[in-house]
């Protein structure tokens, strides 16, 4: 069974604070992705890899960053946090033309 | 804009009965479907695919495709409690780049 690994699994931190969200993989798959799930919007692209260095940007990218370190290793980056960033985010793998594969989310709350 | 869209955004249905939802693409692109189920408070996971026109059957399972109108279907019959879900219909192209609809959220009452 593919494996993504999300940490942590909830956070909360306060407006204009710095979060990373850590994602790996071991599916040795080349694709990653983040997105962000939200009531009434769906999933919602932020950013993806297609390998180590490599980012492209997804459809809602305004406030995040994401770095790809390793083939495993995906984070994403809110610098400056802010309430509209509220939500659950989900880091994903996959490979050319299978499924995607989810971690099992983090739950990110900006009081 | 959505290059996904789903409907109906919600869907009830009695346990026994046929639920029935769709999609449609507004990419041309795009050339695989994907299906997926989320259960409340669970990640997505890959319920069925569907890359060539016409129907795929896995046992309460049928999903249709018309690649021309870049619209599939999902069938569930004999619809259980179980069921109950928020489906989520994906579409991607060669290039790997995933787009999820919004959702449909069936309940089924038993």
């Known amino acids: 069974e593919a494996a993504v690994t999300q940490s942590p699994r909830n956070k909360v931190t306060v407006t204009g604070g710095n979060v990373t969200l850590s994602c790996r993989q071991t599916?040795?798959?080349?694709?990653m992705y983040w997105y962000r799930q939200d009531t009434g919007h769906g999933l919602r692209l932020i950013h993806y890899?297609?390998?180590?260095?490599?980012?492209q940007i997804g459809d809602v990218p305004d406030g995040y960053k994401a770095t790809r370190t390793t083939q495993e290793d995906f984070f994403l980056l809110l610098e400056l946090a802010s309430p509209s960033q509220t939500s659950l985010y989900f880091c994903?793998?996959?490979?050319?033309?299978?499924?995607?594969?989810f971690g099992k989310g983090t739950r990110l709350t900006v009081v | 804009q959505q290059k996904v869209q789903q409907s109906p955004e919600s869907l009830i249905v009695p346990e026994g009965g046929m639920a029935s939802l769709n999609c449609t693409s507004s990419?041309?692109?795009?050339?695989y479907f994907w299906w997926y189920r989320q259960h409340s408070g669970k990640s997505p996971k890959m319920l069925m695919?569907?890359?060539?026109?016409g129907e795929k059957e896995e046992g309460r399972f049928t999903v249709h495709l018309n690649k021309a109108s870049l619209h599939t279907s999902l069938h569930i019959r004999d619809s259980q409690p179980s069921d109950s879900a928020l489906y989520l219909c994906?579409?991607?192209?060669?290039?790997?780049?995933?787009?999820f609809g919004k959702g449909t959220s069936l309940t089924v009452i038993p």
């Open positions: 599916n040795s798959h080349n694709y």
């Open positions: 994903a793998s996959s490979d050319r033309v299978t499924e995607v594969f």
């Open positions: 990419d041309r692109n795009v050339d």
């Open positions: 695919s569907i890359f060539s026109n």
């Open positions: 890899s297609y390998g180590a260095g490599n980012l």
């Open positions: 994906a579409a991607n192209t060669g290039y790997q780049n995933f787009y």
